[in-house]
């Protein structure tokens, strides 16, 4: 493409600020354009000297004035980016809606923005947006409209990129930042499906919660729900919650039509829809199957309706067990509601849901429900202020707020105070003169003055580390001291162990957080955050509860806000039984629900209660004797253990995979045994009719999704109900794909195609999301590893999904210019993704030198979906070796404490890992971050595309590139 010169004007115009417009020279209209630097007034360039050519002023078409921007890249660039960006970040108002726009013309480019705070601090991944800027031959606009979430700064700041990558030509003209009017009202629900289903399913002849959650930038006005029910409907109760104490709202009645009016400290103002899940208007209610419309009118006009499906399920008669408990963070109808009958008949519901603490404080009712069983837990977060240890040591502040608790709780049953505490590395390496003196008194060192918490642990590692491991333990001593002097238990809520406790992840754990297992005999009730997937979650858990075998494991049930919940919320039925068994699994005696029971649907209320009747069945076993995890199959998600107790042995299995069926297989190491089914009686036999197997012997169990089954290890066979064939390992063997010009490609019938050529070798294990595994990349097990990874950031529930390690579809390899190509596919099952396919490409150098991956996103769904795809490598470079370039981000994680690690793209679609590994993202729109995850001492490159729209029948294609920059060594 031959490069159109532009004309440079010569002379300076004034600056102006058009009217309402934060950008300064939005038409590009002020200033010298010069070469090698920024081209005009307000706006700089992407700063790397090979592409300082490609930007520049046009006078040739405009769109208005007489000048405009031009990125112009010529053939040969491929790898090329640029773009404009206002000199100075933009800083705008928290609470306040901005609309981003810019007017383009020619190839597609992107429009980015990333938040920064009020003095210029990275703000993470929530603070990125970014769409594309399509491609058309005529002016055409682009915007993005954002809210700014509340800051206690009271202001943000703002950077805007109008990029352009690869090959050819984009113009940008006009660009402008303008406030605008923020929504008037959004409505978000409790129950979390009812969001997404608009179907309600109350179990029968019980109290069921429906939460109503106001954001409106009016909040002056009277605001009214009103309720018509088809089907046999009953309004219980009506409350705010969270924004007074106590105060039942009386509804009125006409005919089938209920009007409820809205307390005005539940209408929230819409700053805090991207946090605020928790004032609103809480219903009980009860019902059969019909529908129910529902409308929120203000001051007597319609601002908000709609219609829900009622569906309701039946309870079945569940036994609870006597050693597991649950406990809810929130309680909001015992906090709130002052119907006596009505609270009766939801503490009834709760408490046939294993429920036996949560965070109330209707002081009318709170004495009546704690002595029915459920103590009262009060919930509260404290801080340390400016990060200090010593300084919360030093201050009254953790003593006022226990003593506050203490006088709630008065007179009650087992209460207890629940701090929600989780320092990180800020407080670890937080100095102040408070803590030099603190440090100097403790050691016996001379600071020599060194203020750095950093260089301090350099210069005294061993004495630094216990310093802050010495302050934790007696934060923990004097909050146990005050809750017990109050009459109260202590209970802290924090960080968890890794899943893997190697020395680098224990230590960061140890510096954040102290010595952790020396708490259990400090504290009352210690109640680790372990947010997983079910498929996620057994190695977690079982590390941390042989770590802390007392632990009190937190689930979160949903904490929705800004519109979505996160992607390990207990959102199905099946994830919700999965997980409460899988906790009483692996030891534990009582979970906790955050933010609450009030989170669940009839349907998820019922699989907790299945899971509670299991455990009562199972009991004496999983908290009576020995247990141990066995299994020998590495990858399979299905985990089980054998468990003995009063001379007796359980084999309990269990599959965490809510779509797809799984083998267990495994060597019980007794001599003489035999397998009962502990549900039907029946006997476990092989194929061959063999039901007395030894201690090598191999034993396959089918469990199917989101199911767990039980078998009782026993010596006679006499008394089986009948048999059970167990499935034979099938023998398909090593099939030959292709043998052709020195390539060898083979499948070996487990999943896995074995690539070589010239001594090289590959593996394509297909069984694990289609990802590559050779010399040089990092591969631990199923889920974990591997190049090529296939992940969505967007829809956010859908993070790390089944999907990312669910089995492929191999397609015929082929050979290309000598290059290797063979395809793999797979229909999404996720429900968040359901109608994609994604099919990706691989091409394979003869050397192996590069690799490309085509990914294709198919849209079937017959709907617009909005995603953004996600992409994950591991390699074999330890942390200590890893320097990473990424644009004019150059990052040596050998320095860095951070686990998690976002960098903005802005434009670079080039990343290179420790001088031997080279990324490329080609084709637009760009990614729009680079994420770094250093969790366990082998980081994990990865790069995250901007959101984007396919609609139906549409496909929309990413290229990926990865290149070796020297030899493995």
């Not at 709760?350 to 029915?372: C, H, L, T, W």
């Not at 006022?400 to 701090?419: D, H, Q, Y």
């Not at 934060?475 to 109050?486: K, N, S, V």
């Not at 996103?857 to 795809?869: H, M, R």
Request: charged letters at 25%; aromatic letters at 10%.
């Amino acid at each position: 493409m031959k490069k159109k010169l532009p004309y440079f004007l010569p002379f300076f115009l004034s600056v102006t600020l058009h009217a309402g417009n934060l950008i300064g020279n939005p038409s590009f209209e002020e200033g010298i354009p010069r070469r090698l630097s920024s081209p005009v007034n307000h706006w700089s360039i992407r700063s790397f000297k090979e592409v300082f050519q490609f930007h520049s002023i046009d006078s040739s078409q405009a769109r208005t004035g007489k000048r405009c921007a031009l990125i112009s890249i010529p053939e040969g660039n491929p790898k090329a980016a640029a773009y404009f960006t206002p000199s100075n970040k933009i800083r705008v108002e928290a609470g306040k809606k901005y609309r981003f726009s810019v007017w383009s013309k020619g190839n597609a480019g992107t429009l980015t923005l990333t938040r920064y705070d009020a003095e210029g601090g990275y703000a993470g991944i929530g603070g990125i947006k970014s769409t594309v800027v399509k491609a058309g031959d005529e002016w055409h606009e682009t915007i993005i409209d954002y809210l700014m979430p509340a800051s206690e700064k009271g202001s943000w700041l703002i950077s805007m990129h109008l990029g352009f990558s690869g090959e050819g030509e984009i113009r940008y003209d006009d660009a402008s930042v303008t406030e605008v009017a923020i929504d008037k009202h959004i409505i978000q629900f409790y129950p979390t499906s009812v969001n997404s289903e608009k179907t309600l399913y109350p179990i029968e002849n019980e109290a069921n919660p429906l939460l109503f959650y106001v954001y409106s930038s009016e909040s002056s006005g009277r605001y009214v729900l009103e309720l018509e029910p088809s089907a046999d409907f009953r309004l219980l109760a009506a409350a705010p919650l969270y924004c007074v104490q106590t105060a039942g709202t009386k509804a009125a009645v006409s005919g089938r039509k209920i009007t409820i009016p809205l307390h005005p400290k539940s209408i929230l103002p819409m700053k805090q829809f991207a946090s605020n899940q928790m004032i609103g208007t809480g219903l009980l209610y009860s019902s059969g199957a019909g529908t129910l419309d529902w409308k929120i009118l203000k001051d007597g006009k319609r601002i908000d309706g709609g219609t829900f499906v009622l569906k309701p399920v039946k309870s079945g008669q569940e036994k609870l067990p006597k050693k597991f408990s649950v406990g809810g963070w929130y309680a909001p109808f015992l906090a709130h509601v002052d119907d006596e009958k009505a609270l009766e008949l939801w503490s009834s519901a709760m408490m046939r849901s294993g429920i036996v603490s949560a965070s109330f404080m209707n002081p009318e009712y709170m004495k009546k429900i704690s002595d029915q069983g459920i103590a009262p837990q009060f919930c509260f977060w404290l801080a340390a202020k400016e990060r200090c240890l010593t300084k919360l040591l030093k201050q009254d502040d953790l003593r006022k707020r226990v003593a506050r608790i203490a006088k709630w709780a008065k007179g009650l049953k087992e209460a207890s105070a629940n701090w929600n505490f989780e320092p990180n590395l800020g407080e670890y390496y937080h100095m102040c003169p408070d803590c030099i003196d603190a440090f100097e008194k403790y050691s016996g060192k001379n600071t020599g003055g060194i203020t750095d918490g950093k260089k301090l642990e350099a210069r005294f590692p061993e004495e630094y580390l216990a310093f802050k491991n010495a302050q934790m333990r007696s934060i923990m001593q004097c909050y146990a001291e005050f809750c017990h002097t109050a009459g109260i238990k202590a209970s802290v809520c924090s960080l968890t162990t890794p899943a893997k406790r190697t020395p680098e992840a224990m230590l960061f754990l140890k510096r954040c957080f102290g010595n952790l297992n020396e708490y259990d005999k400090i504290l009352d009730e210690y109640q680790p955050q372990i947010y997983q997937r079910p498929t996620q979650l057994w190695e977690p858990l079982e590390s941390m509860m042989e770590y802390y075998p007392t632990s009190v494991v937190v689930f979160t049930s949903d904490e929705r806000g800004n519109g979505s919940s996160p992607p390990y919320s207990l959102l199905t039925p099946e994830s919700v039984y999965l997980e409460t068994l899988m906790a009483a699994m692996l030891g534990a005696r009582k979970i906790v629900l955050f933010v609450g029971y009030h989170t669940f649907d009839g349907r998820q209320a019922l699989a907790l209660r299945k899971a509670l009747g299991t455990i009562a069945k199972y009991e004496d076993f999983f908290f009576g004797g020995k247990a141990e995890t066995v299994g020998i199959i590495p990858d399979s998600p299905v985990k089980g253990r054998i468990y003995e107790s009063g001379g007796k042995r359980l084999l309990a299995v269990i599959n965490p995979d809510e779509y797809t069926s799984g083998i267990f297989e495994f060597k019980s190491g007794i001599d003489g045994f035999s397998l009962m089914n502990a549900e039907n009686g029946k006997m476990l036999i092989s194929e061959n009719g063999k039901r007395v197997f030894g201690k090598n012997d191999t034993v396959r169990i089918e469990v199917k999704p989101a199911s767990a089954r039980f078998f009782e290890i026993r010596k006679d066979t006499w008394k089986a109900a009948g048999t059970e064939i167990m499935p034979e390992k099938k023998a398909e063997g090593k099939k030959v794909l292709l043998n052709v010009g020195g390539w060898k490609i083979s499948d070996d019938g487990e999943g896995i195609i074995h690539i070589e050529k010239n001594g090289n070798k590959a593996e394509v294990r297909y069984v694990d999301g289609a990802i590559i595994v050779t010399k040089g990349v990092h591969y631990e097990k199923k889920g974990t590893g591997g190049i090529f990874r296939d992940l969505f950031h967007y829809p956010v529930e859908a993070r790390w999904n089944y999907d990312a390690k669910a089995t492929y579809q191999p397609g015929t390899p082929r050979l290309a210019n000598d290059s290797l190509k063979m395809d793999f596919s797979h229909p999404m099952r996720d429900p968040r993704l359901a109608g994609l396919v994604l099919r990706k490409t691989f091409t394979i150098a003869p050397d192996f030198s590069d690799i490309q991956a085509e990914i294709r996103i198919a849209n079937t769904s017959g709907k617009p979906l909005e995603i953004a795809y996600w992409n994950h490598n591991r390699f074999d470079i330890p942390k200590k070796n890893a320097v990473v370039k990424f644009g004019k981000t150059k990052l040596d994680l050998s320095g860095t404490h951070d686990i998690n690690i976002y960098i903005p793209a802005d434009g670079v679609q080039q990343i290179e890992y420790a001088n031997r590994w080279e990324l490329n993202w080609k084709g637009n729109p760009p990614p729009e971050k680079a994420y770094l995850w250093t969790g366990d001492g082998i980081p994990s490159l990865e790069l995250i595309g901007t959101k984007q729209t396919i609609k139906p029948g549409q496909e929309l294609t990413i290229l990926l590139q990865l290149r070796k920059i020297q030899p493995d060594k």
